[in-house]
């Protein structure tokens, strides 16, 4: 039996100590104000068992995670219709980047770089009455909990300083692929990035991804199938251009966000999240990752 309560606290004990914790996002001004020595681990196994250890239950930003939900939301809507708006390769690029878009005649190399979240928004806002409100529910209801909540406040900072967003979602526009108005767009997909969450509630949110669709409550919300490609597409695009390092060093399909949040997962075994602030210079959380190798290392467990 792999004792991983013991594991956690080990890595949390072995993440103090670390000197170099990374930097914090400050792009988003609102971001920047959080403590760069903040650590916490939280693990659910497929028996629902929970282990947790450090600022497990701190609430931080989930940024980019929320890509995952607002992928898994949309298939869940419109199933593979989605794919003829976004491609499904890894990028290799920052999560920022436009060039390919134009190269690429308006269509994102895949779901979980900002302009094809960007067109996933845009699909939720067409298929949706209350898109903000829709979302929040469907999040809510994977982990069974109500308190999961937008930050007014983030999501405002970043709608004052999205530049590069709302050029995406322009150039997007130009190629006829964002059917809604961009303002409307950006106002969901700031606020979906906005979401709080701690490490505890993300594992709850993300079981159903390594319970072939399942989430904790027995409801099935997607198909095996389903699962099986956005949990592809977390391997192979879920952490920047620095996928590939991940892959290698972790061997989980997972995804990050800049307000230093990891969730990774071993589809069958267990859900993993892990939040530490300062990130590397790919933009994933320096010591999240540092942790999730320790995690695949010590409990000999990963997808390879
Ligand atoms: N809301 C952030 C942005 O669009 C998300 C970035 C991230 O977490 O990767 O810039």
């Known amino acids: 039996?792999?004792?991983?309560?013991?594991?956690?606290?080990?890595?949390?004990?072995?993440?103090?100590?670390?000197?170099?914790?990374?930097e914090i996002a400050t792009y988003i001004p609102e971001l920047a104000k959080v403590d760069r020595s903040r650590f916490g681990i939280h693990l659910v196994n497929s028996e629902k068992k929970e282990f947790q250890s450090g600022d497990s239950n701190e609430l931080f930003s989930i940024q980019s995670i929320s890509k995952v939900l607002s992928l898994a939301y949309a298939i869940s809507i419109i199933g593979e219709a989605v794919w003829q708006r976004v491609d499904v390769e890894p990028s290799g690029d920052p999560f920022n980047h436009l060039s390919l878009l134009e190269l690429e005649n308006g269509i994102p190399r895949n779901p979980l770089i900002n302009a094809g979240a960007i067109v996933i928004a845009d699909i939720l806002v067409s298929h949706l009455e209350n898109p903000k409100s829709d979302f929040l529910q469907f999040v809510r209801?994977?982990?069974?909990?109500?308190?999961?909540?937008?930050?007014?406040?983030?999501?405002?900072?970043?709608?004052?300083?999205?530049?590069?967003?709302?050029?995406?979602?322009?150039?997007?526009?130009?190629?006829?692929?964002?059917?809604?108005?961009?303002?409307?767009?950006?106002?969901?997909?700031?606020?979906?990035?906005?979401?709080?969450?701690?490490?505890?509630?993300?594992?709850?949110?993300?079981?159903?991804?390594?319970?072939?669709?399942?989430?904790?409550?027995?409801?099935?919300?997607?198909?095996?199938?389903?699962?099986?490609?956005?949990?592809?597409?977390?391997?192979?695009?879920?952490?920047?251009d620095e996928a590939g390092e991940f892959a290698f060093e972790v061997g989980l399909p997972g995804k990050s966000g800049v307000g230093g949040g990891i969730v990774a997962l071993?589809?069958?075994?267990?859900?993993?999240?892990?939040?530490?602030?300062?990130?590397?210079?790919?933009?994933?959380?320096?010591?999240?990752?540092?942790?999730?190798?320790?995690?695949?290392?010590?409990?000999?467990?990963?997808i390879f």
């Open 1 to 22: 039996m792999i004792d991983y309560q013991k594991i956690l606290e080990t890595i949390t004990s072995n993440c103090a100590l670390s000197k170099d914790k990374g």
């Open 266 to 302: 071993l589809p069958g075994k267990y859900c993993v999240a892990t939040w530490s602030p300062g990130l590397n210079a790919k933009g994933n959380s320096k010591l999240g990752m540092e942790a999730l190798e320790k995690l695949t290392t010590a409990t000999a467990q990963s």
């Open 141 to 240: 209801k994977l982990a069974n909990d109500d308190s999961i909540d937008f930050d007014p406040n983030v999501a405002q900072s970043e709608k004052k300083t999205g530049f590069r967003n709302y050029a995406a979602a322009n150039l997007l526009k130009s190629y006829g692929n964002l059917k809604n108005d961009v303002d409307i767009v950006l106002d969901f997909y700031f606020h979906q990035c906005s979401i709080a969450m701690n490490c505890a509630q993300l594992t709850k949110v993300f079981y159903l991804f390594m319970n072939r669709g399942v989430c904790q409550q027995n409801i099935t919300h997607l198909s095996i199938s389903q699962v099986k490609r956005i949990n592809a597409l977390m391997l192979t695009c879920g952490f920047y």
